[in-house]
């Protein structure tokens, strides 16, 4: 008989002695996103969306080279995890853009407008009908 204990993977730390290319690259890319969630702050006032994405991309850069950003998106996925899921769907290597986009319009739509007014919700339903009767 063996016992076999749950162990979790404690948190890894970057090695001290990284190549200097590495670190070089992973410093860069953590400027570049920087620089990219600035953009989008700074783009986020003109008419539509253009900050939102360009912040998106700055913050998936800086997630993926930053441990403190990990260990700090962790924990508001632990502690809000309904705010964290759409980023988590961005950041994956094959992310659904049209599904987390229709998803936060309707959320967005649920919050600003009462039940009668929800113009997002009733083209969904208009949609469906409509490819129910296509495919019979």
């Known amino acids: 008989m063996t016992l076999v204990l749950p162990i979790s993977i404690p948190y890894v730390r970057p090695r001290r002695n990284a ?30 969306p253009m900050g939102v994405p360009v912040s998106l991309l700055g ?18 996925q632990r502690k809000r995890p309904k705010f964290v899921y759409p980023f988590r769907r961005l950041l994956r290597k094959n992310p659904e853009f049209a599904p987390v986009f229709w998803q936060q319009a309707l959320r967005v739509e649920k919050a600003i407008l009462k039940r009668p007014g929800r113009i997002l919700s009733r083209l969904r339903k208009f949609a469906r009908r409509k490819t129910r009767r296509m495919t019979r």
Do not use: C, E, Y
């Open 19 to 48: 190549p200097l290319l590495d670190r070089v690259k992973r410093w860069g890319l953590m400027t570049a996103g920087s620089g990219l969630i600035l953009a989008g702050v700074l783009l986020a006032p003109l008419p539509g």
């Open 59 to 76: 913050l998936a850069l800086v997630l993926k080279n930053s441990f403190w950003a990990k260990r700090q998106f962790i924990r508001a």
